[in-house]
């Protein structure tokens, strides 16, 4: 069984398009986030939400809009997409205990590529 | 916000030796993770490490928290080609985000 599972996984588009990355987990975590990774391979956080609700947004675009329809799924939604936006997008889920270094269970990872 | 700097960036060993990558920090660590992301796959969690001083070990892995825990090492010996990947470290914030290191990209060659 998949933890964390991202579709789709290639996704190639032309600039000024609208697509969307879906994300699910079967973890029964609470807290599900979404990271950037650039070609460089520096991973940084985009957003994260804890039961459904927006805990974390990290000064990203407007044109990136987060949706959790429940607990177990979160997707990204871009719209007009520009070349910058090319880039590796995880979503990753963890249980928030409020002790330390709580783990966090990365999906493959859906790769953007914006003509 | 905090920076992590790895080094080396980049690391091409062949199989059988031994090597140590660092993860540093102007600031104090409130606890410290390592990452492994294999191609093609997102980050899978090696270890935890919270007190200064700490070591933990991980079959051929060895971390280390430094004593003012502004800094970490993670040795391995007798590298494998399977050990090849995308080390990263990263500190657990209090919002629960991480923040990730600058990363070190391996590659052990047979």
């Known amino acids: 069984d998949t933890a964390v599972s991202q579709t789709p996984k290639y996704l190639v588009t032309q600039m000024g398009n609208d697509k969307s990355i879906k994300c699910e987990q079967n973890l029964g975590h609470d807290t599900m986030y979404w990271y950037k990774q650039d070609s460089k391979k520096f991973l940084k956080i985009m957003f994260s939400y804890n039961n459904k609700e927006l805990i974390i947004n990290e000064t990203v675009p407007n044109r990136f809009s987060p949706k959790s329809p429940d607990k177990a799924h979160l997707n990204l939604h871009i719209n007009s997409l520009e070349l910058g936006d090319s880039a590796v997008y995880f979503c990753a889920s963890s249980q928030v205990t409020g002790g330390v270094g709580d783990e966090q269970f990365f999906g493959p990872g859906t790769r953007l590529t914006v003509l | 916000t905090q920076l992590l700097e790895q080094s080396p960036q980049f690391l091409s060993i062949q199989e059988g030796e031994n090597l140590t990558v660092y993860c540093n920090s102007s600031s104090v660590f409130s606890s410290l993770q390592w990452y492994r992301q294999e191609p093609g796959e997102g980050p899978v969690l090696l270890v935890t490490v919270v007190t200064g001083g700490e070591v933990k070990k991980l079959k051929r892995l060895t971390f280390q928290f430094g004593d003012a825990r502004k800094d970490s090492s993670l040795h391995i010996t007798a590298a494998q080609p399977g050990d090849t990947g995308l080390y990263l470290c990263?500190?657990?914030?209090?919002?629960?985000?991480?923040?990730f290191g600058t990363g070190t990209r391996l590659q052990v060659f047979p």
């Open positions: 990263a500190e657990p914030s209090n919002t629960d985000k991480l923040i």
